[in-house]
């Protein structure tokens, strides 16, 4: 599979806003994806973005793409502690998904 | 719109049994569907892509014929986990691409956690 690579961990306090971040390495991913698992559950999609994007906002959420160095970020504004969870970026390359190891955001109250 | 479920949700099974996982797409249609694996802390993998009337297609290291993947309707691919070890014990997800939606998007399922003893 393709490269993705997220930090583990994120902790910070309710109302902050928390940035997740991911690098990726296939130029040729025509979408990237920020997913939410809660544990024990399925993974919800958050966002994408398409890869001629530079920015997407969407109510709290805001995706940043740097195609050029492959970073894709994830803003949450006002992090409330129902955002506890991990997050997972990835990409869609020739319509298969592959995915970062996922960043754990623990939100204290 | 767009769910996708999966049963069991859990099973536990013995040592040398073989278990069979169903991916259904509830409300829509999908020619593709995908089985990833996910152990504990870790990542998701993609295992195999299943396409609808023909034979799915592994990703490297996956042995094909210890996962069979049936993807026999335009609604429901299995995975059959043949002759279970304990090192089978993980949680399996599937998704699944609307074949009337663009690339862009697949819908997971909520994820099957199998246990061998």
């Known amino acids: 599979g393709e490269d993705v690579e997220q930090s583990l961990f994120l902790s910070v306090r309710e109302g902050d806003s928390s940035v997740i971040n991911c690098t990726y390495t296939?130029?040729?991913?025509?979408?990237l994806y920020w997913y939410k698992q809660e544990p024990g559950a399925g993974l919800q999609l958050l966002t994408y973005?398409?890869?001629?994007?530079d920015m997407k906002q969407d109510q709290r959420l805001t995706v940043l793409l740097n195609k050029k160095d492959k970073h894709l970020s994830l803003r949450i504004a006002d992090t409330q502690t129902g955002d506890s969870a991990i997050y997972f970026c990835a990409e869609n390359n020739f319509n298969k998904f592959y995915f970062g190891s996922g960043t754990k955001l623990n939100v204290k109250p | 719109g767009a769910v996708v479920s999966q049963h069991p949700s859990w099973v536990i099974c013995k040592s040398g049994t073989s278990v069979k996982i169903e991916c259904r797409s509830l409300?829509?249609?999908?020619?593709?569907m995908f089985w990833y694996r996910q152990f504990p802390k870790q990542s998701l993998m993609l295992m195999a892509t299943?396409?609808?009337?023909?034979?799915?297609?592994?990703e490297q290291g996956v042995e094909k014929d210890k996962f069979l993947i049936n993807h026999a309707s335009l609604t429901l691919s299995t995975l059959t986990v043949t002759s279970a070890h304990p090192e089978d014990s993980s949680f399996y997800i599937c998704?699944?691409?609307?074949?009337?939606?663009?690339?862009?998007?697949?819908?997971f399922g909520p994820g099957t956690r199998l246990t061998v003893t």
């Open positions: 409300d829509f249609q999908a020619t593709t």
């Open positions: 299943s396409n609808e009337g023909s034979k799915a297609t592994y």
């Open positions: 973005i398409f890869s001629n994007m």
């Open positions: 296939d130029s040729s991913s025509t979408y």
């Open positions: 998704s699944a691409r609307d074949i009337d939606r663009g690339e862009y998007e697949q819908y």
